[in-house]
Structure formats: C-alpha cells, structure tokens
C-alpha cells in the first residue's frame, strides 16, 4: 500500500524479500491503528524506513495526543524490527470564535524572562487571567537526535565582528575534523551566504523539509538563500521573525552533525528568548570589542543566558589590536582587556582575542574566511575552536532518539 523511501547502504544486511517482508508487517500495523474509528493510515502523508528506524509524516485531528500514538505505534512495530519511530507531526488549527473583534487593552509592562511576574491590576474585571504555565526551560528540552551540539554565537550590539567570528569559528572546528553545520537565525540581517560565497544557491525541498546548503562541507541555511536578491528587506514583526528562526531549525533536514553553530542577531529580543525557550542549546559563545559599550552590551546578553540556563562557553575579544601595514605600529584601537575582565566577572573563559585587521574583512567580503583560505589569521580561530571543544562536552544534553519533531 505504502510507497517505503528506504535509504539502501551497502552494509545493509537485508535481502529484498526481507525487506519486502518487513514493509508488508508495517503495512498492516498501520492500516489496523485506529484513531478514533479513522485508520491512521488515511493520515500517512510521507513515509521512509532505514534499518530499525521509521519516519513518518502524519496529519492529525486536533485533538490527537502524538506522544501516546508514537509509543503504542512503537510498542505494535518493534516485533517487527522497528526498534526507533520519528513522527513528523501536523495538527489544523483551532477554529476561531466568534468573540468581539474590538481590541483589547495593553498589558502591563513585565520582565519577559520572569515567569513569576504578577499583574498588579488582578482584581481589574477587565484584567487578563494570569499565566500559570510556565514557559520550557533549556531542562525540558530534548537534545536534536542528529546533533551533538548547538553552539550560539551571540553579542549584546551590532558591529563587533559576530557574524565573521561565527563562520571561521564554525570552519575552524570543521578542520579539527567535526562534521559541522551552520544556522544563519540572523533573520534581519542575514550575512552567511555572502561569507561563505554560497548566495546565489537556493536549498531544495525533500519531503517538505529544507536540504541545508552545502557551503565548503558546512550544511548551512539562512533566510538570505531563501530571498530573492541581496537587497530584499525582511520587514517582520516580532511573532513571524520568531516562527521563521523555528521553522529553519525543525524543518531542515539536518545531517549527522557533531556542531550546529547558530548565528545570533545582535541584541536579547524575541529571537534570543525563544531560542533559549525551544532549542536545546549546548552553550552559547559571546563575542565582544575591548570597547566600554560594547562590553555593557555584551554583559547583557551574558545576564540572558544566565537567566535562561544556557551555559556560556567563553568570550571572544574581537578587534583587540591593529597593527599598521606600512610601519608595523600597534595599537589598541577600542580599548585593553575588556574581554580578560568580562570573562572573570562572571567565571568564564577567554577563548581568544582577535586583531583588528583588513585581511579578515577582505576574506569574508569574497566568500573565502580567513581559516577556508589558511591565511595568516587562521590560526587564531583554529585556537578559539580547540579551546570550546576543552570543556563542551561537560554541557552536553542526553540524546533521546524518541523524540518527536
């Protein structure tokens, strides 16, 4: 009945009868369970089977319960041979009512990171009902089933250098021999495919799912390869910035990858929060200028991450020194040891300090980073990954190949 997409291997143990066998037993499992008096079959809209694992794209009623279906449906399946079930789940949307379409009054001002935040207007007729469920935390969050690791790079402002940083770090620990993708969640300002010489490359669909950009052995994706041209503006509000970050993240059809470094926007808004609240990140890497203003900024988005249990991994001290090209002066253009002294007020590594230097601008600008290119700045972010890969395994989040996404 079912049209099985089985990734062949050339270990696979299977004859084709086998096979053949196999999928007629998950057949008429499938055909048999009932949701409701509905087979779950009439709702299968993709479906793939590799070794002992199953995918399946299902469409549900909205008042299914996908977490009890994947554990019966994984209790009837595992006499024959399917030991591990992904469901792909859509459910409709709730009908709306047919409530008043006046506007209701502002809320009150709160902190959004504060789950205990009180209204002081409760006995208001006219007040919202308070939040009683708590929003997910980083510890309810099951880690990716083909990611090792998440790694956010993120600053408090703009301009010092994070998006640069990012694709030489995440380059830097494909030479030290990680299998390493690249999310670009900077949804305004989105600069990955430019850096990487990949952005006149659009990624494929494949069973309603994004194929990542192949860009120099990274699996990337960004809403820039999804743009027309380099000058359409992503004019978003909020919500729909937010849906669109989630929607790279789940409905990419991610690698085995033992890094996903994930290019933060500059600041602690809607992103960053929603980010802290429904992706199970490793630790997040703060990138910074010696500069007084930009280490304010950067303390910020610190004081994020803290509040969010996201484990900072380090500080990177970009623009550190500059050395003139025609008499060799040195000089420290914004400022000394301000990433030495934010990386011991809150007890946390100085993963490396950067210089100031055209050569690194120039490479970016052509789509060749300075570690794809082995230039003369290479090394200092070969280092900076060596020092992040030290202590990252401490953080790592258990991996529940049960999961459901």
């Given at each position: ?115 205990q935040s009180q209204s002081s207007a409760t006995n208001n007729a006219n007040a919202e009902p308070a939040i009683t469920k708590s ?271």
């Amino acid at each position: 009945m079912f049209n099985f997409m089985k990734k062949k291997t050339n270990s696979d143990p299977e004859t084709p009868q086998q096979r053949a066998e196999r999928d007629s037993a998950v057949d008429k499992v499938l055909l048999g369970y009932e949701i409701g008096t509905v087979s779950i079959a009439t709702m299968v809209t993709g479906l793939e089977r590799q070794g002992d694992q199953l995918t399946l794209d299902l469409r549900l009623p909205q008042d299914s319960r996908p977490e009890s279906i994947q554990q019966e449906l994984g209790q009837l399946l595992q006499p024959h041979g399917i030991n591990t079930i992904h469901m792909n789940v859509r459910l409709p949307a709730p009908e709306k009512g047919a409530g008043s379409t006046l506007p209701k009054p502002m809320p009150k001002t709160t902190n959004a990171m504060d789950n205990q935040s009180q209204s002081s207007a409760t006995n208001n007729a006219n007040a919202e009902p308070a939040i009683t469920k708590s929003a997910p935390t980083q510890a309810s969050l099951a880690a990716h089933p083909r990611i090792r690791h998440i790694i956010v790079v993120a600053s408090g402002k703009g301009g010092v250098g994070k998006s640069t940083t990012t694709v030489n770090i995440a380059l830097a620990l494909q030479k030290l021999g990680n299998r390493v993708g690249v999310l670009d969640a900077d949804i305004y300002g989105p600069s990955m495919p430019t850096m990487l010489g990949v952005d006149s490359v659009k990624p494929e669909l494949e069973n309603e799912q994004f194929v990542p950009v192949n860009a120099h052995g990274l699996a990337m994706l960004s809403i820039g390869s999804l743009l027309d041209g380099d000058n359409t503006p992503v004019a978003w509000r909020g919500p729909k910035a937010t849906g669109a970050l989630m929607q790279l993240y789940n409905q990419t059809n991610w690698p085995q990858l033992d890094y996903l470094v994930i290019d933060m926007p500059p600041g602690t808004g809607d992103i960053q929060l929603t980010l802290a609240q429904r992706i199970p990140v490793t630790g997040a890497v703060i990138v910074t200028t010696p500069q007084h203003v930009a280490l304010l900024d950067a303390q910020k988005g610190i004081e994020m991450f803290n509040k969010t249990n996201i484990p900072v991994l380090g500080v990177v001290e970009n623009m550190a020194l500059h050395t003139c090209s025609n008499c060799n002066h040195t000089e420290a253009i914004f400022g000394t040891g301000g990433g030495e002294r934010i990386a011991e007020q809150y007890h946390v590594p100085l993963l490396g300090q950067l210089p100031l230097a055209s050569g690194i601008r120039a490479q970016v600008d052509k789509g060749e980073p300075s570690v794809l290119a082995d230039d003369e700045f290479a090394s200092y972010y070969v280092n900076i990954a060596k020092n992040i890969e030290t202590n990252i395994d401490k953080f790592a989040k258990p991996v529940d190949d049960k999961r459901i996404f």
